[in-house]
């Protein structure tokens, strides 16, 4: 449990370490183009399939924990129990993992992404705010549109928020 833990706490330490880096580099210059910030962004949703990956194994890991606590350590303490050997024996033989990549990537996005996500889109409206020109002008890359990109980037914010909030997570044991 310990080393699948480590390794989703690592992933999110690249996301706030890289979010952080990009967010002072593009504030630290105003030469720095606003879509340094864009570039976060997408190496944060990267960084959530890669997490989110994860987390579905660390899932299967817990729950083999979990039947070996509830069943292992109640027999030792002399209590009756379910029948945890043969479960527990299937998901060795046979490993499925427990939930889903959406369901995976609404729980990281809950715990920890939106709120990475959120601070560098709102870094990235600041940074527009200094340019001091119009949200609509400024958004511009290359040959696409201000409104094209801010359409993308509420699109994405908004179906990520969407999927945080209303997928389905499977209870806790």
Not at 51 to 79: D, M, N, P, S, T
Not at 101 to 111: D, G, K, S
Request: aromatic residues 10%; without cysteine.
């Amino acid at each position: 449990m310990v080393a699948y833990r480590t390794r989703l706490d690592t992933t999110t330490n690249w996301t706030v370490v890289t979010s952080a880096g990009l967010i002072t580099f593009s504030l630290g210059n105003a030469a720095v183009p606003h879509y340094v910030l864009l570039m976060a962004m997408f190496l944060i949703l990267l960084f959530l399939v890669i997490e989110a990956r994860r987390y579905r194994f660390y899932e299967l890991i817990r729950q083999r924990v979990r039947l070996l606590e509830a069943g292992f350590y109640a027999e030792v303490l002399g209590k009756e129990s379910m029948d945890w050997i043969t479960p527990l024996h299937q998901s060795l033989l046979h490993p499925r993992l427990p939930i889903s990549l959406l369901q995976a990537l609404a729980v990281r996005l809950r715990n920890a992404y939106l709120g990475i996500l959120l601070m560098v889109y709102l870094t990235w409206g600041l940074k527009h705010y200094l340019l001091g020109k119009s949200l609509l002008d400024s958004a511009r890359i290359g040959v696409l549109p201000g409104w094209a990109v801010l359409s993308l980037l509420a699109l994405i914010f908004l179906v990520l928020l969407g999927l945080a909030v209303f997928h389905s997570v499977p209870e806790e044991d």
